[in-house]
């Protein structure tokens, strides 16, 4: 017998708009692209498409942050073209995460395309991410480009129709499951019935019958509930049905093994000799046939309850398909949704909610490949088990995070959280370390919010904890008030980004023996049009995790380039450094895009200086060295920011791609009170000088810890002794005569 998914995947005829529940006023399509040539071709090729004559509405996007904004305002778009490669190598598979994991949207048509032949995904990676094609932009014509998006257009349909399917499946699953616990077969097909009735919208009345195998006749058939017109006392379906052609259907049933539809009524045929020798047949009544719609629903469902009939093993089965994550069959997202629904208010005030997520788990599976990171998930859950205490469920809530339920005296703490990042585990022989974030919220201060909620601000405090490069962090009151604020500080960002409102501040670096200026550092600075101004340790990460940083990290580039050929006009001739952000490093099209940027506005190499924070530089050091080295030939520096705080080895500082090294302000700020701080500063001077590297001391602030730094060789400063941060037309005012700072004396410093 075939299955009901197997005769839906083998339609009679192409599905059309009739097939879905409501015919729509168009089908939705959107444009991930950050080529606006291109972008305008695609929308010319398809600017007439129809499909079953309901147009396609094209939306776009320019890139993967503006895609997350589309797929959240339409919720229905059908098919998604997307660009692989945009500001970032991964933008794509990380939107295609979040369209998959984030907004669990299972049923969007996912079509990459890239103009480079190179950039094709693994084999293994599509199926990970469940992407539904691949091509290259120069192979796609516009002929073949309507086949296809029409072809994903018809397999969406589809596909929303089994979606519709099951959520009735589930509804109906959750009401049988607390039934079968129990074993009553009768109550069972009671709400059988009157979920059939629902599905179709039936409600003349039904019945429900078993035979105990294939041989028993009809007369024997046991009637297991009965509603509305086959309501009565007779036990034997004959006793409650004396239609004959009904009688009829319900042999051909039987011995094809299959479902019939008919205009007055439909006969459900459920078996699985394998589990339970009975047969179950099931009648119901309705004033029409049902259309494809709700055959298909009855189909599919039809299929997933024929086995609660047989006994509660394979009814536990099917909960497992819903609630239970395949790879560690411990519970899933759905389950822990369902668990937290069914809660009182007195067992959620002692309870607590744990969320743990795998830092940079994309870049494990992209790199590594699944199998890799299918061990990786086995390790931490085992991790989990062998730390924590009296937890009640830990659940897979997606591809690289658990949930704990505990109770609240019995949570994970932050040492708990940091025990699993200490021990390394061991997968194919060799040792991976874990770096994780988390968050833990006591569910008793949201008890006005749905599960579902709930997880999601689980999920935006470990977004907030890695902003706040944070391993763990506690809800608070109001937070989901800050969330909604942030939510709005991005959108105004964003537009602040798009109408170049930020700019840049310099802050002077000066020759601590004569105090003379040798450069600047360019910092970006957010001023609102009320006056009002956001700090850089709010706008800078809310950058990185709303995916604009390469808007921000480009701009200001730009307004450096400017401010240097102003200072030039001044007669100011020295270098400005500017930040790159650490994701930025690792696009193979960053420093391409510099260079051009640089030629652009006319501007020197040599004239600029990139800074890169250790901790990045040393965690992927061979893959940005060669471009770092690149720079240095070409003539610009490169400086290692806040060195001695990060992990540098001695075997990257050997061969270390950099021209300076910068002494981190906390060593600075303790050089005079703290031996350890000041033994780190000779440290770094004493490597600068042995492997010929300049070095720069940061948040110079008094007399004192100039004259330190001077005596321990540092030869270069910046810091509030010399001047704050400002804007360039201050800076020029004061430096176009005198590019000498005067300090203040002891007395006016004390």
């Not at 078993?210 to 024997?220: D, G, H, I, T, W």
């Not at 840049?504 to 023996?513: R, T």
């Not at 003379?516 to 995790?545: H, K, M, N, Y």
């Not at 940027?597 to 004239?607: A, D, F, N």
Request: aromatic share 6%; net charge negative; charged share 25%.
């Amino acid at each position: 017998m075939s299955t009901a998914f197997e005769r839906l995947a083998i339609p009679e005829r192409a599905p059309t708009a009739a097939d879905i529940a409501q015919r729509p006023a168009c089908w939705k399509l959107l444009s991930v692209e950050d080529d606006p040539t291109y972008q305008a071709s695609l929308l010319y090729s398809l600017g007439n498409l129809e499909y079953d004559g309901i147009p396609v509405e094209i939306l776009t996007a320019g890139s993967a942050a503006e895609a997350a904004s589309q797929l959240s305002a339409h919720p229905d778009i059908a098919v998604v073209l997307l660009d692989v490669v945009m500001d970032e190598d991964d933008s794509g598979l990380r939107l295609v995460n979040t369209i998959r994991e984030r907004l669990g949207n299972h049923r969007i048509r996912i079509i990459l395309l890239t103009g480079q032949p190179g950039m094709a995904p693994r084999n293994d990676v599509m199926r990970q991410y469940d992407i539904d094609d691949y091509w290259q932009k120069a192979d796609l014509k516009a002929d073949q480009l309507i086949t296809l998006i029409t072809g994903n257009l018809r397999t969406w349909i589809y596909i929303t129709e089994l979606e519709r399917a099951r959520q009735g499946l589930q509804l109906l699953v959750e009401a049988s499951r607390a039934l079968t616990s129990k074993r009553d077969l009768k109550s069972f097909s009671h709400t059988l019935l009157e979920q059939i009735g629902n599905i179709i919208g039936a409600d003349e009345g039904g019945i429900v019958s078993a035979v105990s195998n294939e041989s028993e006749s009809l007369a024997e058939a046991e009637v297991m509930a009965s509603s509305g017109c086959y309501s009565g006392q007779a036990s034997k379906v004959p006793g409650l049905i004396d239609d004959s052609a009904i009688h009829t259907d319900i042999g051909n049933a039987r011995a094809e093994k299959r479902h019939i539809f008919r205009d007055s009524y439909s006969v459900l045929y459920f078996g699985n000799a394998e589990i339970d020798p009975r047969e179950y047949v099931t009648v119901v009544k309705s004033d029409t046939r049902p259309s494809r719609y709700h055959i298909s629903l009855l189909q599919v469902f039809a299929e997933q309850v024929s086995g609660g009939f047989a006994n509660i093993a394979l009814n536990n089965r099917l909960s497992e398909l819903a609630y239970y994550d395949d790879l560690l069959n411990i519970p899933n997202r759905n389950w822990l949704v369902w668990e937290m629904k069914r809660l009182s208010r007195q067992e959620r005030a002692r309870l607590q909610l744990t969320l743990i997520d795998l830092d940079r788990f994309s870049d494990v599976t992209v790199t590594l490949g699944t199998a890799f990171s299918d061990k990786l998930i086995e390790q931490m859950y085992s991790q989990l088990t062998e730390k924590l205490e009296d937890y009640i469920s830990i659940a897979r809530t997606g591809l690289d995070s658990f949930a704990i339920l505990g109770h609240r005296d019995t949570a994970p703490t932050d040492a708990t959280i940091r025990s699993l990042i200490g021990q390394p585990l061991t997968i194919d022989g060799a040792e991976h370390s874990l770096s994780i974030t988390a968050s833990s919220l006591p569910l008793s201060e949201l008890d006005h919010l749905q599960p579902r909620e709930i997880l999601r601000i689980a999920e935006c405090c470990i977004d907030t904890a890695r902003q706040k490069h944070l391993t763990f962090l506690e809800y608070s009151a109001g937070f989901d008030e800050e969330i909604r604020q942030r939510y709005a500080l991005m959108n105004d960002l964003r537009l602040a980004l798009a109408q170049r409102a930020l700019h840049i501040e310099l802050q002077p670096k000066v020759s601590l023996s004569d105090n003379r200026l040798i450069g600047f550092e360019a910092l970006a600075r957010w001023e609102r049009e009320d006056g009002s101004r956001v700090r850089p340790d709010q706008f800078i990460p809310l950058a990185e995790t709303a995916g604009l940083i390469s808007e921000l990290d480009q701009l200001v580039v730009e307004l450096t380039c400017e401010a240097i050929k102003q200072l030039n006009a001044a007669g100011i001739d020295v270098p400005v450094a500017f930040n790159a952000s650490s994701d930025e490093l690792f696009d193979p099209d960053y420093f391409d895009t510099l260079i051009g940027t640089l030629k652009k506005y006319g501007v020197r190499p040599e004239q600029m200086n990139l800074e890169i924070t250790e901790s990045r530089a040393m965690e992927s050091y061979e893959k940005i060295a060669p471009q770092l080295k690149r720079l240095i030939e070409m003539g610009m520096a490169v400086s290692i920011d806040d060195f001695g705080t990060g992990y540098s080895s001695l075997s990257h500082i050997t061969h270390l791609a950099a021209t300076t090294l910068k002494i981190d302000q906390v060593f600075v700020r303790q050089i005079g009170e703290s031996p350890q701080a000041a033994q780190v500063v000779e440290m770094i001077l004493r490597i600068s000088e042995r492997f010929g590297l300049n070095a720069v001391a940061e948040g110079v602030e008094t007399l004192e810890q100039r004259d330190l730094l001077l005596a321990k060789g540092c030869r270069a400063g910046q810091g509030y002794l010399y001047s704050r941060p400002q804007r360039l037309e201050v800076l020029i005012d004061k430096l176009a005569s005198n590019t000498v700072f005067t300090l203040p004396t002891p007395d006016e410093q004390g």
